[in-house]
């Protein structure tokens, strides 16, 4: 790993010192603005701002609106410029969280120390590596933590839910005023990657060889157990061919009934069309083909050519017509735009479901390759905003790095790796697996090898 250190360093500097590099490194490091017109909105403004060319610049930048550089300031507060940066290349490996240190977590797993959906991006970066390199360490070191994993299903362990229930759940206790509880969300973080695994062990007798006898079929029958339960929470409608999961109960009494936030139906969404793909179940194949159409009918296209969305989705479809995207709003009364960590599990689903030809389309993924260019990367600096915008929310900065799953769009989009690796290679010494795995992975400029072609399958 290179030593880091500070190429600016921002806290050592009294605030008037600060502006000075900000604004340097807004145009100087900035990339080719997004536009070719003599002006361009920014921050979802109807504001014009004018376009400059510095010294030594790519070309014409846009100049940076003050509310831009405070956030800046505050940015480089929370993180260290890296010098010199990383690459794909040379970026901490993935290999790091294999061995002792999965074993760690494992047992902080079972200590009640660790949530089971904690692991979901060690499942997707050990499935992207395996794919990648074909090392089997990643296929032994999936199926040791598959295996302590639905073992530790709240059935498999006899331990009741609040109300007593005993389910075939990965049941928690932080996030509920009731005690311990089941979400959809998390359970399909867990069971999508499992089922990523199982469907590379179909098409890699290598992989395959390594479960044991009757396992394949024992480990894709107690997911299918946990899809089944949370079926229960789908609902049809409103309009016709769509569908979404509703909260059955919740202590937060208003959404009793309501839809879920996209990022949970995301995240569960995956996981029933992939056991479609596995098992030819047509309900879990009808349940995913309803969900992806309610949300693409709720996704908001600007007038810029990118896709918004709130964190929660209204609850009708929104008009086709492009809109300005600072009119752009969720469910009302609660219409924030979606930080972009959460909104990195959302489109997950969404990219997968174009890969598979099925609702979302080319076009669409390349409306979503803008909201990452013209929304929340809109700097191409490094600098990241929180929200899918682009609106500098200091209070949300620490939510960036899970922005990853973006990088899926690279296939589509490869400015998308450039516009989100400036930020994990500049900024991020310390990436989770899934982080490392993409970044290895979906890098634009490696060669069209076998391997790539066959990580698309994941997507």
Not at 288 to 310: E, F
Request: aromatic share 14%.
């Amino acid at each position: 790993m290179l030593p880091v250190k500070n190429m600016v360093d921002f806290r050592a500097r009294p605030p008037f010192l600060w502006v000075l590099p900000l604004i340097a490194s807004v145009w100087i490091f900035s990339g080719v603005c997004p536009s070719s017109s003599a002006e361009v909105a920014v921050s979802g403004s109807s504001e014009m701002k004018p376009l400059v060319t510095p010294p030594g610049s790519r070309g014409p930048v846009l100049q940076a609106p003050l509310d831009d550089l405070s956030y800046a300031i505050s940015f480089h507060q929370v993180y260290t410029l890296i010098e010199p940066p990383f690459t794909a290349q040379n970026y901490p490996a993935v290999s790091r969280f294999l061995g002792s240190t999965l074993t760690t977590s494992i047992n902080q797993m079972k200590a009640n120390q660790y949530y089971p959906f904690n692991f979901s991006p060690w499942m997707e970066a050990f499935n992207l590596m395996y794919l990648h390199t074909h090392d089997l360490i990643y296929v032994n070191e999936n199926i040791r933590l598959i295996r302590s994993i639905l073992a530790y299903r709240d059935d498999v362990r006899g331990v009741p839910l609040f109300d007593g229930t005993i389910r075939p759940v990965w049941g928690e206790t932080g996030y509920s005023s009731f005690g311990r509880e089941y979400f959809a969300v998390d359970d399909g973080a867990v069971l999508y990657p499992m089922l990523q695994f199982l469907e590379i062990t179909q098409e890699h007798p290598e992989a395959m060889e390594r479960l044991l006898p009757g396992e394949f079929e024992s480990m894709l029958s107690m997911i299918n157990q946990t899809l089944t339960f949370h079926a229960a929470q789908f609902r049809e409608g409103p309009a016709p061919g769509e569908g979404r999961f509703i909260f059955l109960r919740t202590d937060l009494a208003y959404f009793v009934n309501k839809p879920q936030p996209p990022n949970w139906m995301s995240s569960i969404g995956r996981a029933y069309w992939l056991s479609w793909k596995l098992t030819g179940n047509t309900q879990f194949k009808e349940i995913a083909l309803a969900m992806a159409q309610y949300a693409k009918n709720r996704i908001s296209l600007a007038t810029d050519g990118a896709c918004y969305w709130g964190y929660w989705f209204p609850l009708n479809p929104v008009s086709p017509d492009p809109v300005p995207r600072d009119t752009i709003r969720g469910l009302p009364g609660y219409d924030w735009i979606e930080d972009v960590s959460h909104a990195g599990l959302t489109v997950s689903f969404w990219i997968l479901m174009a890969s598979e030809g099925q609702v979302f389309t080319h076009a669409d993924m390349l409306r979503l390759g803008k909201t990452v260019s013209l929304g929340f990367a809109r700097l191409n600096n490094g600098v990241i905003f929180p929200d899918l915008v682009g609106n500098p929310i200091t209070s949300l900065i620490s939510r960036i790095p899970g922005m990853a799953p973006f990088l899926h769009l690279a296939r589509f989009d490869p400015e998308v790796y450039s516009r989100i690796g400036d930020f994990y290679f500049h900024y991020w010494p310390s990436p989770g697996p899934l982080e490392g795995a993409l970044l290895v992975t979906q890098d634009p400029s490696l060669p069209q090898n076998n391997s790539s072609v066959e990580s698309w399958t994941l997507y």
